[in-house]
T-cell receptor, first 114, second 108 residues
């Protein structure tokens, strides 16, 4: 079955550590996205990629980095520069970024800072 | 300012008690309005897309409608398994704007 796989589901980070969240899709979608979800807030866009080897900052990119070396993969690194990283992170994809179709979401990764 | 507002924040219903969730938006250039269901600790699951005012979509006990500045998600005779957070999103060119969701709790 086609879909989006995020791993790990739960992740713990110590102060000063970088951590990487994995996102893989087999939907053959061009566009991929990373969102952050905090209680009582709407999803906020961190980064998005419209095509391989290209990505753009979203609304809250500070303290995060991404890469898009393969169409199927869009990993997110939460760096030590991100001061409040505890959140639920969602990866999504769509056919293209300008297509009016829906976003498909992964199951999410919950990051907790110890 | 482009934004999406959902109300109420939380809604508690008895099983069989019909109600509606609201999604109002000030986003210009609507290209699509989306409803998602999200269970605790899970990713959002797509429900409906609406593209123009007057459009309606139905799925089991759920019906979504769209006017020029808001959308409603009507829930008819809900069951406990309908308990979840319902998210609304508006697509504008190449960006999605999300509301903060309505948390629905249906008691048996």
């Amino acid at each position: 079955d086609g879909g989006i796989t995020q791993s790990p589901k739960y992740l713990f980070r110590k102060e000063g550590q970088n951590v990487t969240l994995s996102c893989e899709q087999n939907l053959n979608h061009d566009a991929m996205y990373w969102y952050r979800q905090d209680p009582g807030q709407g999803l906020r866009l961190i980064y998005y990629s419209q095509i391989v080897n290209d990505f753009q900052k979203g609304d809250i990119a500070e303290g995060y980095s991404v890469s898009r070396e393969k169409k199927e993969s869009f990993p997110l690194t939460v760096t030590s520069a991100q001061k409040n990283p505890t959140a639920f992170y969602l990866c999504a994809s769509s056919i293209t970024s300008t297509n009016t179709g829906e976003l498909f979401f992964g199951e999410g990764s919950r990051l907790t800072v110890l | 300012e482009d934004q999406v507002t959902q109300s109420p924040e939380a809604l508690r219903l008895q099983e069989g008690e019909s109600s509606s969730l609201n999604c109002s938006y000030t986003v210009s250039g609507l290209r699509g309005l989306f409803w998602y269901r999200q269970d605790p600790g899970k990713g959002p699951e797509f429900l409906f897309t609406l593209y123009s005012a007057g459009e309606e979509k139905e799925k089991e006990r759920l019906k979504a409608t769209l006017t020029k500045k808001e959308s409603f998600l009507h829930i008819t005779a809900p069951k406990p398994e309908d308990s979840a957070t319902y998210l609304c999103a508006v697509h504008n060119f190449n960006k999605f704007y999300f509301g903060s969701g309505t948390k629905l709790n249906v008691k048996p």
